[in-house]
């Protein structure tokens, strides 16, 4: 139920019961999910010896060196739509990096980057 449902709602004549609490379930769950949303996203870059993450909703950056990292690994699970493949990187103040094939289109870049750069500490 979003903006549409709250419109047809407020307009109706004689709305139910029902589409109150419809409205009053879904609407406090779909703004959630939008501003969990807009705060997650995040651009991340790798290149000349450093990954960094830069997040535009919360004006920060956070840049590590590839020293930074303690381990990497590379989770593959087939699904019956195809292969999703998840890195997850580990830096040495305990934050976590995830990301998924799905989700980043320069994905292999960055496996093929860290095999090369950071081939030690990977995760067996």
């Known amino acids: 139920m979003g903006g549409y449902g709250g419109k047809v709602i407020l307009n109706s004549p004689t709305p139910e019961w029902y589409h109150y609490a419809l409205l009053i379930l879904f609407s406090p769950l779909g703004l959630g999910l939008l501003f969990r949303m807009i705060f997650k996203y995040k651009i991340v870059s790798m290149g000349k010896g450093s990954i960094e993450i830069n997040f535009p909703s919360q004006f920060s950056k956070r840049t590590y060196k590839l020293s930074n990292i303690l381990t990497w690994s590379e989770t ?25 094939m799905q989700e980043h289109s320069n994905y292999p870049q960055a496996i093929n980057y860290l095999k090369k750069k950071a081939s030690k500490k990977m995760k067996r």
């Open 76 to 100: 593959a699970i087939k699904t019956a739509g195809g292969k999703y493949k998840e890195l997850e990187l580990i830096f040495d103040d305990k934050k976590k990096l995830n990301l998924s």
